[in-house]
Every structure is written in C-alpha cells, then in structure tokens.
C-alpha cells in the first residue's frame, strides 16, 4: 500500500514568517511529487512540483526533496493570510496507486495569524 | 467560463437514487479523472480516463459508474446512492500530478 504522510495540522505561523509543510512518502519508487493549496470550500490548485533531489524555488514558494529520505517540504516565506489554507502533498510512481501511480497525502492545515 | 466545469454544485438525494453528475471541459486534455474527498480521508480517485475509449477503475470504483461521451465530456453516476456517498466530489483533467480540478459537486444522500 503506498502512502503519503502529512501531519493534519493545524499548523499556526505568525504572519511574515517562514512556514513548513512537510510530506513523507512509503514508495521508493515515487519519481515525481506535487504540492496542491485548497482553500476552504474550493477545488485544489497545483502549486508546485519537482522531480529532482535538492530545491526548486517559484516565488515565495520554495520545495525541497530529498529521495534517500522519502521526504518532500514546501517552504512559504513571509506568509500571508492569504495562504491559509490545506496543502495536499502528492507523490507519482510507476508501480501500482492511482491514476499512473499518483497518490495524495491527507493535507496539512495551515492558518498564518495576523 | 471555467476550465473544468461540474454540474450539479450542490445535490441532495434520497438513497436509492440514480445521480448523475457531469464534467466538461475546455482545456483539450484527453486524460480526465473523478476523485471525491471526505474530511479527514483526502482525495480518493474512483474512475479514470485516458481518451474516449479507455475507463479505469481507481480505488475505490464499487457503487459507480462512468460515461466518457466525448473528449471534452465525462459523466459520473451512481447507480443507487447511498448515505456513504455524501461526500465532495471533483472532477480532475490533465497529465498526473499536474491536475486542473473543476469546481466540486457536495452530494449528500439521505
């Protein structure tokens, strides 16, 4: 069963700080990875994605993967209150899932406070 | 308009019922896909399509069904809904991973 692991949250970050979101994934196979924002009653929006170990920076949104340790982060600096919101973490390997292998994590709930 | 667009928004059922609910889009994507999301469970992928005579189950594919009538066109049914089907369902277009949801269809089946 391939799983992908997100702290429910919620996560509260002060206003201006860095934020964290983290995502663990059971399948060493996963070759690509996917960070999606929902706000509260609407459809997920893609944000980011990579497929490379190391960072890949778009704006004030920073991922970071690390293979060896099946760990992908999004980092959000000076947060706003805009971007409260869940983030949903997704992982894409060749071996079995969802659609082409695509599985999504639970979400983190984040809430930047004023 | 929309990219992706769901009819119904909103849905209220009675169990027992046949719903159908409906995805179009404009995008010109031939890969298109209904998930549906539960607080606390996430999104869970329940048929896929990859161009207009190819249906994939996904994982959880019992109690529906699915119609890709055109390219731009795929239809979700349920054939007798039940109260554990109350649940937000999306539909989805685009290569895995890189998705474009539509806006959602909250069902609830009493």
């Known amino acids: 069963q391939k799983e992908v692991e997100q702290n429910s949250g919620p996560l509260s970050v002060p206003e201006g700080a860095i934020a964290s979101l983290n995502c663990t994934y059971s399948d060493r196979g996963s070759q690509s990875f996917f960070w999606y924002r929902q706000y509260s009653g609407k459809s997920p929006e893609l944000i980011m994605f990579i497929y490379s170990n190391g960072d890949k920076e778009d704006g004030r949104f920073t991922a970071q993967l690390n293979k060896a340790s099946q760990y992908v982060s999004l980092l959000i600096r000076d947060s706003q209150p805009s971007d409260s919101a869940t983030y949903l973490c997704a992982a894409r390997g060749y071996s079995g899932g969802g659609a082409d292998g695509l599985t999504f994590g639970k979400g983190t709930h984040l809430i930047i406070q004023p | 308009d929309a990219d992706v667009t769901q009819t119904p928004r909103n849905r209220i059922t009675k169990t027992g019922k046949r719903i159908m609910l409906e995805c179009s889009q404009t995008?010109?994507?031939?890969?298109m896909y209904w998930y549906r999301q539960d607080p606390g469970l996430g999104l869970r992928l329940i048929y896929y399509?990859?161009?207009?005579?190819?249906?994939n189950k996904g994982e959880i594919s019992d109690g529906y069904s699915v119609s890709r009538q055109a390219q731009a066109k795929f239809s979700l049914s349920l054939e007798s809904a039940i109260p554990n089907q109350t649940a937000l369902y999306f539909c989805?277009?685009?290569?895995?991973?890189?998705?474009?949801f539509g806006s959602g269809t909250q069902l609830s089946v009493l």
């Open positions: 995008k010109g994507h031939d890969r």
């Open positions: 989805a277009v685009g290569d895995p991973g890189k998705l474009f």
């Open positions: 399509s990859f161009d207009v005579k190819d249906i």
